[in-house]
């Protein structure tokens, strides 16, 4: 369960990663602002999932 649950942490992570650069690249070009919303929200979501896949995970392995 623990070699899972890093697994699904730095896909999390990669999937923020790509979403902030993605949103960088836009604003870089000045291209449409409904864009920079909408890739903005989707890295606070993907950031909160984040958080919570680390934290089970830390919670797991502090209970072996």
């Given at each position: 369960m623990e070699g899972f649950l890093h697994i699904?942490?730095?896909v999390a992570l990669a999937a923020v990663a790509i979403v902030l650069v993605l949103g960088i690249i836009?604003?870089?070009r000045g291209t449409?602002?409904?864009r920079s919303q909408t890739?903005?929200?989707w890295?606070?979501?993907l950031q909160?999932?984040?958080l919570v896949?680390?934290?089970t995970a830390l919670y797991l392995a502090?209970?072996?």
């Amino acid at each position: 369960m623990e070699g899972f649950l890093h697994i699904v942490t730095y896909v999390a992570l990669a999937a923020v990663a790509i979403v902030l650069v993605l949103g960088i690249i836009n604003m870089m070009r000045g291209t449409s602002p409904s864009r920079s919303q909408t890739l903005m929200r989707w890295r606070v979501i993907l950031q909160f999932v984040a958080l919570v896949v680390m934290m089970t995970a830390l919670y797991l392995a502090s209970r072996h």
